[in-house]
């Protein structure tokens, strides 16, 4: 019977993309820790290959966290890379990885929006394109929706780069394996911590530490076309201004504003911190409104395009298989 199960198993497998997943002559080597301190210097550029090969290394070691100190080679990033593109059919080097496999699953939607490389590359090209200047020598950051913790390490190198040495970060992530695992790793790195809660809830931003938010990132928005009731972005900044108030006043968010519009395009509203990402007036609820851009570095796009100034980046053969972000 056994035998019987392995081979009908065995008749889903596929084998992953062809080819390493991005280019050997635009990765960059070496563990990820040194790639953080490389890309922790304000004179060091920020480039597409610098942040694609970041995110390659840490979903590498958010899946092998023992891994940590160690070069992450193009190789082994692509076999991961694999591996999880084909953690539901099977693919022949998940054979026996039964572990393996079942953390792929159960952290199947935290790992797809970070392995969408040119949506994540992008969305920490223009994170840290932002001027936040630390208040007081101090640089309070905030994820929700933290997921692996991606974007809270994106702020780390903000901070860093704009001279805080000793940035207080906090992630926000419902649920518990991956808010546990990405807390993990980013103390490990020295980055901040992750915490289990619902964002959508005032009373959990009442541990945050005092003064003025330098710092949030938040997409935890639906797919462009969308209703934005699909994902909890407006719920939680609600929470968040009724909680933190006058304290986001000085804060830089990304995305920096979104747009949403009825059905037809007739009535639009542009979210903004300025009115608490609320938009403002309008004949129905804001979560009845239907995704469409958003703001990024000052420009404005269909939130369907983020990444493309990316593209490149990724391997044909890899585009289509991880391109799942929104």
């Known amino acids: 019977m056994d035998d019987l199960k392995s081979l009908s198993l ?39 290959p610098g942040l694609a090969s970041l995110c390659l290394k840490y979903c590498f070691t958010y899946v092998h966290p023992e891994r940590l100190g160690d070069e992450v080679t193009l190789e082994e990033a692509t076999r991961l890379a694999g591996q999880f593109v084909r953690r539901r059919g099977g693919t022949q080097s998940l054979v026996g990885r039964d572990g393996l496999r079942r953390l792929l699953l159960h952290h199947g939607f935290a790992l797809q929006m970070l392995l969408d490389l040119p949506k994540t590359a992008h969305l920490l090209a223009a994170l840290l394109a932002r001027p936040v200047p630390a208040a007081q020598g101090r640089f309070v950051g905030l994820d929700l929706g933290a997921g692996t913790g991606i974007l809270l390490l994106g702020q780390y190198l903000l901070a860093r780069r704009s001279g805080s040495d000793a940035p207080e970060l906090v992630g926000i992530e419902h649920l518990p394996q991956v808010a546990g695992r990405a807390h993990a790793l980013l103390t490990a790195l020295g980055v901040g911590r992750v915490a289990a809660g619902d964002a959508t809830k005032s009373a959990i931003y009442e541990t945050l530490p005092h003064g003025p938010i330098a710092c949030v990132t938040n997409e935890t928005l639906p797919a462009s076309g969308r209703r934005l009731y699909k994902e909890p972005f407006p719920a939680i900044c609600a929470a968040l201004y009724a909680a933190l108030g006058p304290r986001l006043a000085p804060t830089a968010f990304l995305p920096e504003a979104v747009w949403a519009s009825d059905r037809e395009g007739r009535s639009w509203l542009r979210l903004t911190p300025a009115n608490g990402f609320a938009g403002g007036e309008a004949e129905k609820p804001l979560r009845l409104f239907y995704m469409r851009d958003v703001e990024l570095a000052g420009v404005r796009m269909p939130a369907g395009q983020v990444g493309e100034p990316f593209r490149a980046l990724v391997s044909p053969p890899w585009r289509e298989a991880l391109g799942r972000r929104w």
């Open 10 to 48: 065995r008749l889903l497998e596929r084998d992953p993309p062809a080819g390493p997943v991005m280019s050997p002559e635009d990765y960059v080597p070496g563990s990820l820790p040194s790639l953080v301190a490389r890309l922790c210097r304000p004179d060091m550029p920020v480039d597409g």
